[in-house]
């Protein structure tokens, strides 16, 4: 089956930067859309960052000018470089992506199981 599995998420310190990863593996026929969403304790689940098949990426205000998505289609990866961090972006970072499978041709969305950056001194 399709999955998708992050890396890259640790404790860092305000004003540092991580680079998140998601991988996409399985029977993969189309990768449409990729996104990143966070989700903080206590808070609703936002979209941070996405980037179509042809790389027009979109950010949440708050991130603009301090984290970049990039894509790497022959891997099916998506990055998120995140730059300047401050506590603010504490959260759960999730990759979600809409897949068209071999096996059924449609595409679907597919979840991560997210991974944990915490920013604190």
């Known amino acids: 089956q399709v999955q998708l599995v992050e890396s890259g998420g640790n404790l860092v310190q305000p004003g540092g930067s991580l680079r998140l990863s998601c991988a996409a593996s399985?029977?993969?026929?189309?990768?449409?859309?990729m996104t990143w969403y966070r989700q903080a304790p206590g808070k609703q689940r936002e979209l941070v960052a996405g980037?179509?098949?042809?790389?027009?990426?979109n950010y949440l205000d708050s991130v603009k000018g301090r984290f970049t998505i990039s894509r790497d289609n022959a891997k099916a990866t998506i990055y998120l470089q995140m730059n300047s961090l401050n506590p603010e972006d504490t959260a759960v970072y999730s990759c979600?992506?809409?897949?068209?499978?071999?096996?059924?041709?449609?595409?679907?969305?597919?979840w991560g199981q997210g991974t944990q950056v915490t920013v604190s001194s």
């Open positions: 399985g029977p993969i026929l189309r990768i449409y859309r």
């Open positions: 979600n992506a809409d897949i068209a499978t071999l096996t059924s041709g449609r595409s679907t969305d597919y």
């Open positions: 980037i179509t098949s042809t790389g027009v990426t």
